[in-house]
């Protein structure tokens, strides 16, 4: 079992930044590591991945904005938010998987005002 906790989430200008945490309780080396997030009235989607070995995905919203990395040594995950836009505000979420297992965590809201 792996618990995730998310922090970093708060209130920020657009253009500003932000750093997203997200700290496992559990080795997390095999898991490939992910950001989604959860507007208003909208379905989860999916920001960006991390494999265990370094290889990252993003979405298109976010490339060359959004930068994820991983501390294996900390069981930690990162999500650096660049030229945040209003359109970025959700809740955001760290998700790890591995084969079958796959857990979340409860979740940290960014707010980016206009």
């Known amino acids: 079992q792996v618990q995730l906790v998310e922090s970093g989430g708060g209130l920020v200008q657009a253009g500003g930044s932000l750093r997203l945490s997200c700290a496992a309780s559990g080795n997390i080396f095999s898991f490939v590591m992910g950001w989604y997030r959860q507007a208003p009235g909208k379905q989860r989607e999916l920001v960006a991945t991390?494999?265990?070995?370094?290889?990252?995905n993003y979405a298109d919203s976010v490339k060359g904005r959004f930068t994820i990395s991983r501390d294996n040594a900390k069981n930690t995950v990162y999500l650096q938010m660049n030229s945040l836009k209003p359109e970025d505000t959700a809740v955001y979420y760290c998700n790890a998987r591995f084969g079958t297992q796959l857990y979340w965590g409860q979740g940290t809201q960014v707010t980016v005002s206009s």
């Open positions: 991390i494999s265990s070995g370094g290889s990252t």
